[in-house]
């Protein structure tokens, strides 16, 4: 008898055992977790250490989770990386095609210039010098960067690269230069200059020369385009310069000062530029397409200042324009014969 009922007694503790357990583990899943008690109590209390630790683990796992959503391509709210690159727009400018859209067809970043380098073939060949199989067109945009030279390297600059595109954003030159001053501030972290890229640089003379080729009967676009022609020691027609830091309505951005191209390419075209170190053939690209987006304003204004026959003494007339010229004279013959 002791040994049949040793099991069933055996099993009654193990059956009220496991019943005490369930109670326990009932208990605790009622329970609310002690994190989030914890948290409840610590809200109210802002100032204190305690709910600035929790302030820091939600931002924490905030970030951690727009990383996330990121590298799985989903959309996020706008920031500085939504931006496009000026070789980007450009592009899609020409062909009617938003920028976003284009870099998400090609799976690029928008800051990136590799999806407009993949569709019109131009990679950026630094320190190319004239690029043969680029035509220069009516319009020419130019950006300079310079590094600081002599006992005063804030205040003294020489030309250190040159880059020069056409209307439709294309590089048709890019050079480094040797500068004939001892360079005591190369300007690194805007310029993008170095000791190493200037030992393939070509000679001041060499530069200056294939650039004045290059603005020969040419419509100038530049920002604060008279610090580049010191610079490069060249002379250019006022008439056939189109400065974007001069332009009415792109100074009203900046209350009537002269904006910045940093600024104008963020607020104008939406375009993120001159984050680091300076890229001289981005500048002209974002330069030439401020021109673009305000073509008929700056021709306008251009009319105000030197009037409506100063396409034909530079030779830019359209065939429309010339046309309209030679009937005018036509009529004024007849007028002169009665």
């Known amino acids: 008898m002791v040994n049949g009922l040793g099991p069933s007694m055996e099993l009654q503790d193990l059956s009220s055992n496991w019943k005490k357990l369930q109670q326990t583990l009932k208990a605790d899943t009622t329970k609310p977790p002690k994190r989030k008690a914890n948290k409840s109590v610590l809200q109210p209390q802002r100032n204190g250490v305690k709910h600035r630790k929790i302030e820091k683990g939600s931002i924490r796992s905030q970030n951690t989770n727009n990383d996330k959503s990121k590298a799985m391509g989903s959309r996020w709210s706008s920031t500085e990386d939504d931006k496009p690159s000026a070789s980007l727009a450009l592009w899609a400018e020409d062909h009617d095609i938003p920028a976003k859209d284009l870099a998400a067809a090609y799976g690029a970043s928008l800051k990136s210039t590799s999806a407009s380098d993949k569709t019109t073939k131009t990679d950026n060949t630094i320190n190319e010098g004239l690029s043969p199989a680029v035509e220069a067109g009516k319009f020419i945009a130019i950006d300079c960067e310079m590094v600081g030279v002599g006992p005063t390297p804030d205040t003294d600059s020489a030309l250190a690269r040159v880059s020069v595109v056409n209307y439709h954003g294309r590089q048709l030159y890019d050079s480094f230069v040797k500068p ?127 009037g409506q026959d100063h396409k034909r003494s530079n030779g830019f007339a359209d065939d429309e324009g010339q046309k309209g010229n030679h009937s005018k004279k036509k009529k004024k013959k007849k007028k002169l014969r009665k």
């Open 180 to 306: 004939k001053e001892t360079v005591t501030d190369y300007r690194t972290f805007v310029s993008g200059i170095t000791p190493h890229l200037l030992q393939s640089a070509r000679t001041f003379e060499a530069v200056q020369l294939a650039i004045a080729k290059l603005l020969d009967g040419k419509i100038l676009v530049g920002h604060a385009i008279k610090h580049d022609l010191e610079a490069l020691l060249l002379g250019h027609s006022k008439r056939d310069i189109r400065d974007t830091s001069k332009h009415p309505a792109f100074r009203q951005l900046a209350g009537g000062k002269t904006p910045s191209l940093k600024k104008l390419a963020r607020e104008v075209l939406g375009l993120d530029i001159q984050g680091g170190e300076h890229s001289s053939i981005e500048d002209a690209r974002a330069t030439m397409l401020l021109f673009r987006k305000e073509k008929e304003g700056f021709e306008k204004e251009h009319m105000k200042k030197f």
